[in-house]
């Protein structure tokens, strides 16, 4: 019987932990203590060994409760992982008109790039995201912008080329590199990984590892659209306009996050914080990562 009622409670705790949470536990208990019960009434009425009885009651018990611990930790994650990457603060960055591109953090401000208020080029505002207090550095088709001790951003030329232009932290135009492999889509995303740039082309869906002086090292094909991507923690994490993609230092798939706003067009971690943006509603993002 005991038994029985075991397999039942495991059966009824797939269900319980999939549709009613916390719920699941509490169910178990209950129906681990009617199967002890029901264990030690039939030990009475048979005319079995009592000490193997004991020892087999006693693995069952030690089964039943680490089971339940494994299950109660794998609801926990699933309901960590559920809250990953929820939106905690958003902030408007402009209106409708708006044409957001790329997101970049200083340690102190934000970089933006696209078209803000009928001007396309590279914007800066501090870290309140107060828009009054944003201003323009550059003008230009930009579209994205990254921060490797200067400010690094992609900028589309008349001819439809690109190339990358340097900026040191106070706005200041430095230095032009122009991309060196042929681009055959928009490259819409750069990162730094603290040796080498990385920069996203959509369309065609590759990324492409730079040297510090962009000289190319190699490329890789990835399965889908790269619209932003930023480098923290050891890992490489792009978006399209609906996923977050956590990739390792070898471009192997780490993991899969679905953007919570309407269409994510750049990502940046500020601190420990991953801030998203969305050119849906136009707003910056704090994305929850803990």
Same mark, same amino acid.
């Given at each position: 019987m005991f038994i029985g009622l075991f397999i039942i409670s495991e059966l009824y705790l797939f269900y319980a932990q999939r549709y009613q949470?916390?719920? #699941?536990? &509490?169910s178990q208990t209950i129906v681990l203590l009617l199967g002890t019960l029901?264990?030690?009434? #039939?030990?009475?009425k048979t005319e079995w060994d009592r000490r193997a009885n004991y020892i087999l009651f006693c693995l069952f018990l030690a089964a039943a409760v680490l089971s339940q611990k494994v299950q109660?930790?794998?609801w926990a994650e699933a309901q960590k992982r559920q809250d990953f990457f929820k939106i905690i603060e958003s902030k408007n960055i402009g209106d409708r008109h708006c044409n957001l591109r790329g997101l970049g953090w200083d340690g102190s401000n934000f970089w933006l790039t696209g078209q803000i208020a009928g001007e396309a080029g590279i914007f800066r505002v501090d870290s309140s995201l107060d828009i009054?207090?944003?201003?323009?550095?550059?003008?230009?088709?930009f579209s994205a912008i990254v921060h490797a001790g200067n400010m690094f951003a992609i900028k589309e030329t008349a001819d439809r080329s690109y190339v990358v232009t340097e900026y040191d932290?106070?706005?200041?135009? &430095?230095?032009?590199?122009p991309l060196p492999m042929k681009v055959g889509g928009s490259p819409n995303a750069i990162a730094f990984d603290g040796h080498n740039f990385w920069i996203g082309v959509d369309e065609v869906d590759e990324i492409h590892e730079l040297s510090p002086e962009f000289r190319e090292i190699r490329s890789y094909p990835l399965p889908h659209r790269i619209l932003g991507g930023t480098y923290h923690g050891g890992y490489l994490w792009l978006t399209d306009a609906y996923t977050i993609y956590k990739y390792d230092q070898h471009l192997a798939l &780490?993991? &899969?996050f679905?953007?919570?706003?309407?269409?994510?067009r750049g990502i940046v971690f500020a601190g420990e914080s991953m801030r998203s943006l969305d050119d849906g509603p136009k707003r910056i993002y704090r994305l929850q990562t803990d």
């Open positions: 949470g916390l719920w #699941a536990n &509490v029901g264990y030690l009434k #039939a030990i009475r109660r930790d794998q009054g207090r944003m201003s323009r550095i550059d003008s230009g088709s932290i106070g706005g200041i135009k &430095v230095q032009t590199f &780490v993991d &899969v679905p953007f919570k706003g309407v269409t994510c």
